[in-house]
């Protein structure tokens, strides 16, 4: 599972120089702390947290799996799986940019007691319709669609809440610590729910993820502070502060070659991803079990980075995984496309996920770190918008583009494009300069 005002050298500057509203939760580290466990761990509010998004990640995984097999079990319409999957997917298109803006309005614990109550209740009323035995597909849409808005809202405050709960340099680990949980949950979640469909029914993983939310609920309530947002311009409007994080995007060097990055990843890189049944039927001649190891294998390249990137806990390679990381993609991805033995196909695998995570990891971290605290939301919110909006049109792009060259050779091309757009994003000047800016903290 997604990018300030005026981010001149002297406001980021500044910025370093002020003690993060997080340190007092985090309180006084040490210059050095063991890289194992990760340190952000160390600080309870985060270690809490972070705990309490087990049970939902793994229910979230459990949820994709089941939805599109229950909408097929109802329908026998390969269309209405479809049309439940763009109902669901569509507000990621739309409302994150908006959530960023709420974000950045109304305390980050607040939304998200909201947001996850929503996600909670359109779970269980997924979980009833399923076992009602009455179900319709406008009913399954519309359930899909209230999901999807509420967590196009949560996902950026979730981002942004990072930051208020850890130290500025603790931020690396704590977003790694997040895709840790994110590629664990995604190795074993399809694994649960394909037990639960074979023995109990879809409607069993969805009452799971509507009861996961109880924990997150419970701990936004008794350990999370209710931290206030950051004062903004006086007779700001909701639009205004959508149009101020739009002209930051556009005109901010340092933004505008992250969300570059981020558009040409999405694009160009993750869009392959519906397209690896294709290869593995086609290219590696398996079945459904090749395809499902080949999906688990990229759970396993993502645990790896996420694992290694939190113990190191600060900042000292952030711009380094960008380009770094794109080089990894780029070069992994390239080789799966032209894989023909699933054992060059699975390490390619481990690399993609690395790589993406990696380059995840380092823009989601420099947006929350190197930019006015109080447009991290509504950053957030575009960086989100970016990686959901665009995936979708670079696979029909390929899809297209396949019918002119060999699909796989566009999707080898697109991914060394990535590559050398994070190289140039990451040594040009506003990227390469955040560690002079910094000597000791990069």
């Not at 001149?8 to 910025?15: G, S």
């Not at 130290?167 to 639960?196: F, N, Q």
């Not at 792009?397 to 566009?410: M, Q």
Request: overall charge positive; aromatic content about 6%; hydrophobic content about 55%.
């Amino acid at each position: 599972m997604i990018l300030a005002v005026e981010t001149t050298t002297e406001v980021i500057a500044e910025t370093a120089a002020q003690p993060a509203a997080s340190n007092v939760l985090a309180g006084a580290e040490a210059p050095r702390v063991p890289r194992f466990p990760p340190p952000a761990l160390r600080v309870r509010p985060f270690r809490w947290y972070w705990a309490a998004q087990w049970p939902v990640l793994l229910g979230m995984w459990m949820q994709v799996v089941a939805l599109g097999y229950f909408v097929f079990q109802v329908t026998g319409s390969q269309t209405a799986v479809g049309v439940v999957a763009a109902c669901q997917g569509l507000p990621a298109i739309v409302f994150p940019l908006a959530g960023g803006v709420v974000a950045d309005r109304v305390p980050r614990r607040r939304i998200l007691l909201v947001t996850q109550s929503i996600l909670g209740v359109s779970s269980c009323s997924l979980a009833v319709v399923a076992f009602s035995g009455h179900a319709s597909l406008a009913a399954i849409a519309l359930v899909a669609f209230v999901f999807g808005s509420a967590d196009s809202v949560d996902l950026p405050t979730r981002q942004a809440l990072i930051g208020d709960l850890v130290d500025r340099e603790l931020v690396v680990s704590a977003v790694a610590l997040g895709s840790v949980t994110m590629s664990t949950c995604r190795i074993i979640g399809p694994s649960i729910a394909g037990l639960l469909l074979a023995t109990v029914g879809p409607g069993a993983c969805f009452l799971a993820l509507g009861l996961a939310y109880i924990v997150p609920i419970s701990v936004l309530l008794t350990v999370i502070p209710d931290i206030k947002p950051l004062p903004r311009r006086a007779g700001s409007s909701p639009m205004g502060d959508i149009a101020a994080g739009l002209r930051l995007a556009l005109h901010d060097p340092m933004v505008r070659l992250l969300v570059i990055s981020a558009a040409t990843l999405s694009f160009l890189g993750v869009a392959y991803m519906p397209y690896l049944p294709v290869l593995a039927k086609t290219a590696l001649h398996g079945d459904a079990r090749v395809l499902g190891l080949m999906y688990s294998t990229g759970g396993v390249g993502g645990l790896a980075a996420g694992l290694i990137i939190a113990s190191l806990g600060r900042g000292s390679t952030r711009v380094r995984m960008l380009v770094g990381g794109g080089v990894i993609y780029a070069f992994s991805l390239f080789t799966l496309s032209h894989a023909q033995l699933l054992g060059v196909a699975l390490p390619a695998l481990v690399g993609v996920s690395f790589g993406f995570l990696a380059m995840n990891t380092s823009m989601t971290t420099l947006l929350q770190t190197e930019t006015d605290p109080a447009m991290r939301g509504r950053l957030l919110g575009i960086y989100t918008m970016i990686l959901a909006g665009l995936q979708p049109l670079g696979t029909l792009f390929y899809g297209l583009v396949g019918h002119v060259v060999p699909l796989f050779d566009a999707i080898g091309v697109g991914a060394l494009v990535v590559g050398v757009v994070a190289v140039v994003a990451g040594t040009r000047a506003p990227l390469r300069n955040i560690g002079s800016l910094h000597p000791a903290t990069r």
